[in-house]
């Protein structure tokens, strides 16, 4: 049988369901339940997409540094990271804006979101996560523009009682890793009853220098971070519950590495001074959840977010005695209302969505004492307008699930740039997707998906003005057409009798791909002169696999792989595309060799990547002859002190290999011992 429920079920089962010890018998750990595919709550096995799930249980076995560290090593995602205060997940080929990034359902991607590396991800507190949901492959139906790749969802932490009586509890954590002399502290109190209930977290970060394989510290790496979030819970009655959140994230200082050392191809860094200073992010959230069943819905979810990114910047280039400060902000409001509703044997869902993002810049100069105004990176007081009308149905039949959906789109970017002739895009488009899924037996799964995406070009494509890496200046192109996708996936799936697998096979089309492109002009001072173009059609395809077996006792051996190959058109000339990973994976096994104590071990391997575009190879975080493989082992202890207490020891990197992920803009960290202490009251 194929199993759909309803959103607000899935939160509470999220909640009580991933503190649970992993046992073989335990359905949730061979196929978790999951809500970003279809928006329903629904096991990964039945589920037409594929879709990677990291548990709460699964983020304890992790470094809790940055939220892009809890996706690393998971099946289909690659972790590319500019700098250690940064870091974002590589979909199917695919960064930046090209993925679409949530938390509870609500949009982190900005109209200034790069196509590229950036740092925003990196600013929401990982200790507040109960459960990301990947969905691999476009989701354009159910969440708009970006996302082409796949879309991630962060799901926060919710507070529940079930007793009406007044509870508190929560946790202290402490966290050191050695390799970037890295501190974490982290605290959080749950108080409430079954009627209204609240969760408090505060987190701090330090993190100095880093050292690399070949006993080489790096400079520039030294940052620090401080979170706050609360989230309060109001359960009206049985139909009806309000949720309202508040979450912060501050890096006062952070510097961007592979601008101040010198990379591939430099004789020199690009800048003595570059610092991401401030960068934060500020969010709000109003959640308010019916069940009351009406004539047009079953269950209802009303949504109005609002979000602001500062992205500070302070730049001395190499050699000059000039510094520039930038003042960059997006302020994000969002409004969005999902309904699903059982007709028959099937199940709608459906809605409503509209955003506004307005950017606000500003940028200086200041030589010998003197500050004057320059023009800024983006046009200030620039917006993006975004309104939706989606629906997506599924329908059983027999031992067989069809769906089919579609969204049509709306944008209207505003530049608000007089000295541009044409400073106004308005577009609109419609996106699609059908899917089936077969019940071969109760564990085995056949399943397909067929699916358009799209990206609308944004104020960073469409406006962006200024300095960027490589010794290379940006300038305006509103002459941008947006990004789409096609994307056919086949894979098969298994869940039960102690064993979770999946195999998918994926081939993306991509048209009108958006990428910067040189001139062929140069600055007076020497930059080559880039813009945001429209470069052809990208096709990229990989296989994803995964495998799980759950040992009576509580033993888990496990292993994914992916393997991504891409190449691009431009101008009837074929290249190898931009920034596609190496097949990558990961070899472990949890070994219980006490009730009390558990040993992790894992191989994480990734192979040569030489198939490189002229973009990677003028980029100066890459090697041009390509970029070398890496197998590196880690070992773990888990302690379980106390009912408590929970002590986690071990080394990662034991043999000390010095690698770089691809594309990534330093080096990874060497031998790292690991402690961490986690105290549950």
Do not use: C
């Not at 429920?5 to 089962?13: F, I, N, Y």
């Not at 939220?67 to 695919?94: A, C, H, K, S």
């Not at 220098?209 to 049985?238: C, H, M």
Request: charge should be negative; proline fraction near 4%.
């Amino acid at each position: 049988m194929l199993f759909l429920a309803s959103t607000e079920a899935q939160q509470v089962t999220v909640n009580e369901e991933t503190d649970q010890d992993q046992t073989a018998d335990q359905s949730t750990t061979l196929a978790p339940i999951q809500v970003t595919a279809s928006r329903l709550a629904t096991s990964t096995n039945d589920s037409e997409r594929a879709v990677t799930v990291v548990s709460r249980a699964d983020i304890q076995n992790k470094p809790n540094a940055l939220l892009p560290d809890l996706l690393r090593n998971e099946t289909g995602v690659y972790i590319q990271q500019t700098t250690p205060g940064q870091g974002i997940p590589i979909i199917r080929g695919l960064k930046g804006s090209q993925n679409l990034h949530l938390v509870d359902g609500m949009r982190v991607n900005t109209a200034f979101f790069r196509n590229s590396p950036n740092q925003y991800f990196a600013l929401i507190d990982p200790f507040m996560i109960d459960q990301i949901d990947v969905v691999r492959g476009p989701g354009s139906v159910l969440y708009g523009g970006d996302a082409l790749g796949g879309v991630v969802n962060v799901i926060t932490h919710t507070p529940h009682f079930s007793d009406s009586a007044w509870q508190t509890g929560g946790q202290l954590a402490a966290i050191y890793n050695s390799a970037d002399d890295q501190w974490l502290s982290h605290v959080n109190v749950d108080a409430g009853n079954d009627t209204v209930a609240t969760t408090l977290g505060l987190s701090y970060q330090d993190t100095g220098a880093r050292t690399t394989g070949s006993g080489e510290t790096i400079p520039f790496t030294a940052y620090t971070a401080r979170a706050a979030n609360n989230k309060w819970v109001y359960q009206l009655n049985d139909q009806h519950r309000v949720l309202f959140d508040v979450q912060y994230l501050r890096q006062p200082a952070t510097p961007r590495v592979d601008d101040l050392i010198a990379g591939f191809g430099q004789t020199q860094p690009d800048s003595q001074v570059f610092l991401f200073s401030p960068n934060e992010r500020y969010f709000g959230h109003l959640n308010y959840q019916s069940s009351a069943a009406t004539a047009w819905y079953d269950k209802a979810d009303w949504h109005l977010a609002w979000q602001k990114i500062v992205d500070g910047r302070i730049k001395q280039g190499f050699g000059s005695d000039s510094v520039t400060t930038e003042q960059n902000a997006s302020e994000l409001w969002g409004f969005q209302v999902d309904f699903d509703k059982q007709v028959g044997a099937g199940q709608w869902v459906y809605g409503f969505e509209a955003y506004e993002d307005t950017i606000h810049s500003a940028k200086q100069k200041t030589q010998n004492n003197v500050t004057t105004d320059k023009e800024p990176r983006f046009p200030d007081q620039s917006v993006m307008q975004h309104l939706a009308l989606y629906a997506d149905y599924h329908h059983p039949i027999g031992d067989h699930q069809i769906s089919a959906g579609g969204r049509y789109s709306d944008y209207r970017t505003d530049l608000n740039n007089p000295t541009i002739s044409n400073d106004t895009l308005n577009l609109s488009d419609f996106t699609w997707q059908l899917g089936w899924l077969y019940a071969l037996t109760d564990h085995d799964r056949l399943f397909a998906n067929l699916s358009r995406g799209f990206r609308p070009p944004n104020i960073f494509d469409l406006g962006q003005v200024g300095d960027r890496p490589n010794n290379r200046f940006n300038v305006v192109n509103t002459n941008l057409k947006p990004e789409s996708v096609h994307t056919l996936d086949v894979g098969y799936k298994h869940a039960g009798n102690g064993w979770q697998a999946e195999m998918v096979l994926f081939i993306s089309d991509y048209n009108d791909v958006i990428a910067s492109t040189l001139t062929g002009e140069t600055t007076p001072a020497g930059q080559d002169i880039v813009q945001s173009q429209n470069i052809g059609e990208v096709r990229i395809w990989g296989l994803e696999t995964q495998f799980n077996r759950y040992f009576d006792g509580g033993g888990h051996l496990y292993a994914h792989l992916t393997y991504i190959y891409g190449e691009q058109t431009e101008a009837q000339d074929k290249e190898p595309a931009d920034r596609i990973p190496p097949t990558f994976g990961v070899l472990g096994y949890q070994w219980p060799v006490t009730d009390i104590l558990y040993w992790r071990q894992q191989l994480r391997y990734a192979d040569n990547q030489d198939r490189l575009s002229a973009r990677d190879v003028r980029d100066a975080r890459i090697n041009p002859l390509g970029t070398g493989g890496f197998v590196v082992y880690d070992s773990h202890l888990t302690w379980q002190a106390g009912p408590q207490t929970t002590v986690r020891a071990g080394v990662e990197n034991l043999f000390d290999k010095k690698y770089r992920e691809h594309a990534s803009g330093l080096d990874a960290a060497g031998r790292n011992y690991h402690l961490s202490v986690f105290y549950e009251f």
